[in-house]
C-alpha cells in the first residue's frame, strides 16, 4: 500500500489549494480516508477526514468552513480543498487511510494504518 500526497506549495493568506492523495495498492471506496498537518516545532494534528461511504465528515474545529475533504473512488484518490488559508495553517501535510473495511472516521492518528510522505504548504501573509 502507497499513498502520495501532492498539491503542496507556497501561496498566500486568503488564497486556495486543493491537495491529492493517490492510493495504490488498497482501495479506498470501502475505507476512510484522513487528513493530518504538523507544522514546525509542534506535533502533528487532525485536519479532516471522511468515511468509507463519502457521506460523512469530520474537520478540526481551527479548519472547519474553510476545507473541505472529499474522495473519488473511481480514481481511487482523496482530497483536501483548502480555501481562506492563513498563515497557521503553514504545515506539512499528510493523507492516512484506515485498513479497516466499513470504516468510519477517526481523529486518531494510531487508528489510521497507511501514510503518505506529506507534503509542504506554506501560507505567506
Known amino acids: 500500500v502507497q499513498l502520495q500526497a501532492s498539491g503542496g506549495g507556497l501561496v498566500q493568506a486568503g488564497g486556495s489549494l486543493r491537495l491529492s492523495c493517490s492510493a495504490s495498492g488498497r482501495a479506498i471506496s470501502w475505507t476512510a480516508m484522513g487528513w493530518f498537518r504538523q507544522a514546525p516545532g509542534k506535533e502533528r494534528e487532525f485536519v479532516g477526514a471522511i468515511s468509507w461511504s463519502g457521506t460523512y465528515t469530520d474537520y478540526a474545529d481551527s479548519v472547519t468552513g474553510r476545507f473541505t475533504v472529499s474522495k473519488d473512488n473511481a480514481k481511487n484518490m482523496a482530497y483536501l480543498q483548502m480555501n481562506n488559508l492563513r498563515p497557521d495553517d503553514t504545515a506539512v501535510y499528510y493523507c492516512?487511510?484506515?485498513?479497516?473495511?466499513?470504516?468510519?472516521?477517526?481523529?486518531?492518528?494510531?487508528?489510521?494504518?497507511?501514510w503518505g510522505q506529506g507534503t509542504l504548504v506554506t501560507v505567506s501573509s
Open positions: 492516512a487511510q484506515r485498513a479497516g473495511r466499513w470504516s468510519p472516521t477517526s481523529r486518531r492518528e494510531l487508528e489510521y494504518d497507511y
